[in-house]
């Protein structure tokens, strides 16, 4: 009995067939499909399902087996279900990484195991090698590059101030109490008081062969000691109570008398009013005789006051126009100052000349501190060389860039202004006042504090509360977050000083004065002696030696860069990875990781596919009942 061909289909219409044919033309196998000799196609283990037609079902001549739900199509590769073998063969044949291929490949034992040995002991030698770098790198050392520059330099910003705070014709403005200390300390009313408490002279030392006793060791009275003045400044040490870090004993000795004296008269001068203190204090006007820079003339409008309570008025020069375009005293700025030295309070101005400071654009100026004393009657010549740093923050360490600094207060940041600014602040906030020392300084505060406002610390409690804070900063119990600046201008001074002015130079400046002033001080300079009038004057050039700069800066020992290279070459010297045989790694964790899901969702599985495989077995036994095939067919055990 013959198979008879359908006249609706064509054996092609039907899904898996290949067209393989053997032993019969095509007419023939298209007309007889179920022949002896046919081929089955490539896929018919999926060719039909289970009802019978042809599409994607089961191979019967196969043993059954249910359909296993251990892994979803994702766990599968190249339609068959993995295996953790399976992974780690298709790893050792794809990869470029060096030994695993020659692990796989090897016929013998002992070579797998040679080449597996090697294998481990070049994976510990990199990790050896990685945690060296890696420890190295994770130090964040850094390293000083130092280098010269070339370039025109701006000018620094210079400050200076008369080093006698009060004039003596003007001590008659100030408060009672101030006339009255003024008048204390004058060096003839001392000398008459020290003239009247004289002892009887001490007679030489005796001579050789002089039996006089000498007199018994002491230490002598000094002519201060013998001043009688109830001292009103209450900032005394004794006031600070005992803290966890009290200072050395040497600190709690006596004091100086002529260092209770400035210290009165600074007390004293703080309590005036602003206008008066800058009205008693030496004007611009009448100490300028003359500016230039690069030989152009600046006047006093170029100079705004900043107020000392040591110095007095105390005067700042910065103009961005001024430029250095060459070296040497001719290109740089000379100033000649006119001291009123006749003006001079004696006891508390205890020399002659004028305390400058050099110091960056913008900055806070501290002039009692950080200046430079410079003698009249004398021409000083101050070199500068400038010195820029450029210092690594973060990782490599701290440095603070100064922006919110600046943003706060309007002025350049410092480490010495951070320091300034955060005790200052520190003690409005615990005390409820200001320092009155620093009220310059509190004013500054309080434009950048809106609401802002506290009184002067004068009464025991708040002085006590002041000096409380100060001692904790000085012995280092209150901590501020002042780092140094990322970056920073310094400036190298070298100073060189000569006599100055000769007499007649000197007579010809007081004719300038004359044209200047008016005609009662020009007879009260024409009266002055020669020596006196020297005495008066003072000339300063301020330049740069070189436009040559250093330029420090901060690098850090190991590059990233660096870093990233050498760990290449480590892996690559030990276990000849790249960065695609990295990838290939990448993708085998991948792998594994996927496989172990699978695995734990085939454990859970488990138990629900035996329940299932007798509703399989009712599903074969209707298909096979179903299915009508001719009982001539014979072929290669389809059915």
């Not at 870090?245 to 000795?253: H, L, T």
């Not at 708040?462 to 000085?474: A, K, P, Y």
């Not at 000769?502 to 020596?531: G, H, W």
């Not at 695995?599 to 009942?625: F, I, Y």
């Amino acid at each position: 009995m013959s198979v008879k061909r359908s006249n609706s289909k064509h054996l092609r219409d039907y899904p898996g067939y290949s067209g393989n044919f053997t032993h019969a033309a095509d007419h023939d196998a298209m007309e007889k499909p179920y022949r002896r000799n046919w081929e089955p196609p490539a896929d018919y283990q999926q060719s039909m399902d289970l009802s019978g037609n042809w599409g994607r079902g089961i191979m019967f001549h196969q043993k059954y087996e249910p359909p296993s739900q251990t892994e979803s199509d994702e766990c599968k590769s190249d339609g068959n279900p993995k295996t953790f073998k399976r992974v780690l063969i298709r790893f050792a044949e794809r990869t470029s990484m060096q030994g695993i291929p020659y692990i796989h490949t090897s016929k013998t034992w002992y070579a797998k195991l040679a080449w597996t040995v090697l294998l481990l002991g070049a994976m510990v030698a990199m990790g050896i090698h990685l945690y060296t770098l890696c420890s190295t790198y994770f130090l964040f050392d850094r390293q000083t590059q130092i280098k010269l520059g070339f370039q025109n330099l701006k000018f620094p910003t210079i400050t200076f101030c008369n080093v006698n705070p009060v004039k003596s014709s003007m001590a008659s403005r100030g408060s009672n109490e101030l006339k009255n200390f003024l008048r204390t300390v004058r060096p003839d009313a001392v000398a008459s008081s020290l003239k009247k408490q004289m002892p009887r002279a001490i007679q030489r030392p005796s001579q050789p062969g002089n039996s006089a006793p000498s007199p018994p060791p002491g230490r002598r009275k000094r002519f201060v000691d013998s001043i009688e003045y109830n001292f009103t400044n209450i900032r005394r040490p004794e006031l600070v109570p005992n803290d966890d870090k009290p200072r050395p004993n040497f600190f709690s000795g006596q004091r100086s008398t002529l260092q209770e004296i400035r210290k009165e008269f600074t007390h004293l001068y703080s309590l005036e009013e602003r206008e008066t203190r800058i009205a008693m204090g030496h004007s611009i006007s009448d100490m300028l005789v003359s500016c230039a820079f690069s030989g152009v003339v600046c006047n006093d409008s170029y100079f705004r006051i900043h107020p000392s309570p040591v110095y007095g008025n105390c005067y700042t020069l910065e103009n961005n126009d001024f430029v250095s375009f060459r070296s040497g005293p001719e290109n740089g700025l000379e100033l000649i100052l006119f001291l009123e030295t006749d003006e001079y309070i004696s006891t508390i101005a205890s020399g002659i000349g004028a305390q400058f400071l050099i110091h960056g654009t913008n900055t806070w100026p501290d002039p009692e501190v950080d200046g430079i004393s410079v003698s009249a009657t004398m021409e000083t010549n101050i070199g500068m060389r400038m010195l820029e740093i450029h210092r690594l923050g973060g990782l490599y360490g701290d440095c603070d860039d100064g922006a919110a600094f600046k943003a706060r207060y309007g002025i350049e940041y410092t480490r010495k202004s951070c320091q300034t600014f955060c005790v200052h602040e520190r003690i409005i906030k615990r005390c409820g006042c200001y320092d009155e020392l620093k009220e310059t300084l509190y004013e500054n505060i309080n434009s950048s504090v809106s609401g802002m406002k506290v009184h002067p610390c004068r009464s025991r409690e708040e002085t006590t509360c002041l000096l409380q804070i100060e001692s904790r900063w000085e012995t280092g119990l209150l901590q501020c977050n002042c780092f140094n600046p990322c970056h920073e201008t310094l400036y190298e001074k070298t100073t060189h000083t000569r006599m100055w002015p000769s007499d007649a130079y000197a007579s010809m400046l007081v004719q300038y004065l004359c044209n200047i002033k008016n005609e009662t001080e020009c007879e009260r300079f024409e009266k002055m002696a020669p020596r006196e009038l020297i005495r008066n004057f003072m000339k300063i050039n301020i330049y740069f030696e070189d436009l040559n700069f250093e330029n420090i800066t901060e690098t850090p020992a190991y590059e990233d860069v660096q870093f990233y290279s050498d760990i290449g070459g480590t892996v690559g010297l030990w276990v000849g990875l790249s960065v695609l045989s990295l990838a290939e790694v990448v993708q085998f964790l991948w792998e594994v990781t996927q496989y172990l899901l699978c695995w734990r969702r085939w454990k859970k599985k488990k138990p629900e596919q035996t329940e299932d495989r007798p509703n399989w077995d009712k599903q074969m036994r209707a298909l096979q009942s179903a299915t009508r095939l001719p009982s001539t067919y014979t072929g290669n055990g389809l059915y």
